[in-house]
């Protein structure tokens, strides 16, 4: 782990992956031992790691499989199915499962074409539709907080997407934990601090089979293209990823983008023209235009 300047074995890395992981859950307030967890598992390396770390510390977890229905070609999620289902019962826990096209009437791509009229791929229906049940199963069966197995590579990732076009709104709402609200269950992502290698290592250490195929429909995603750049990024400067992720948590804990919760409070009319600026007064145009006026006599006795 260069960016850690540490090397470990077998041994004392999977101890040190939950170490960490405790250290974050405690750090950011995520839950505890009295807490009822549902972590969301895809079938994927980050997701059945999570849950293994989960009850490695002692932790309540059930786990929530949502059966999306994309089976074109590599079966994805009759694959993703299995090796959920497979986890639990070698670990005797218990796996809730919400097959999409039982409860809604049709799978995941049908769904999407219905929504885009046979347009674009399915992904941020998907997205959606797996937000919505997560917070349903959440609340209806009385889970205190859902745990999701995103890691730093999918935290910077999204981080620089919205970055990139200064999406304030979404970067207020972007951390480790997000408090329950408004019907919503509590979100924690008490992996967002591992590199997606670290997890991979961790999965394959631990001998957890998970599914190496990433959703067909990921392909040429920008989420994907984001994680090309920052590994570029990483592979010249290792750290790079963990710093801009970590220096955003502390910018925005410092207020850094509080004003724009409530742009009442700090943008009133100009004096002048009326529009909205945050200096005292004139804006900075009408401040200007005054500039310009009194130096006129001056200009025209040249
Ligand atoms: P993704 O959006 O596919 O990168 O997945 C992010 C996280 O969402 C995973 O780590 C899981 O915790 C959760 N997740 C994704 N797909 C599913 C699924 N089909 N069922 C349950 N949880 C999922
Ligand atoms: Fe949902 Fe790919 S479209 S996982
Ligand atoms: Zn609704």
Known sequence: MRQHKLALCKEHYLEWVPEQTERFIRKYGMFGHDDKILVAVSGGKDSLSLWDILVRLGYQADGLYIGLGIDAGIGYSSESHRLAEKFANDHNLKLQV???????????PVLAQISHRGHGKPCAVCGLTKRHVMNRIARDLGYDVLAT??????????????????????????????PSADGLARKAKPLCRLYEREMTAYAILRG???????????????????????????NDRPGAKLTFYLRFLEARQTGL???SK??????????NCGQATSAPGLCSFCRLIEKVADQAPLVSNL
Request: net charge negative; hydrophobic share 35%.
């Open 98 to 108: 919400v097959d999409i096209e039982k409860e809604y009437g049709q799978p995941i």
């Open 149 to 178: 197995g995103h890691n730093l590579d999918d935290e910077a990732a999204v981080l620089f997407g919205n970055t990139l076009s200064w999406s304030v709104e979404y970067l207020l709402r972007q951390g480790p934990v997000l």
């Open 208 to 234: 957890i089979e998970y599914i190496y195929e990433e959703c067909p429909f990921a392909e040429g995603s920008t989420s994907i293209y984001y994680k090309e750049v920052l590994n570029r990024l990483e």
């Open 257 to 259: 983008f509080a004003e």
């Open 262 to 271: 409530e742009p009442a409070d700090y943008l009133h009319p100009c004096s």
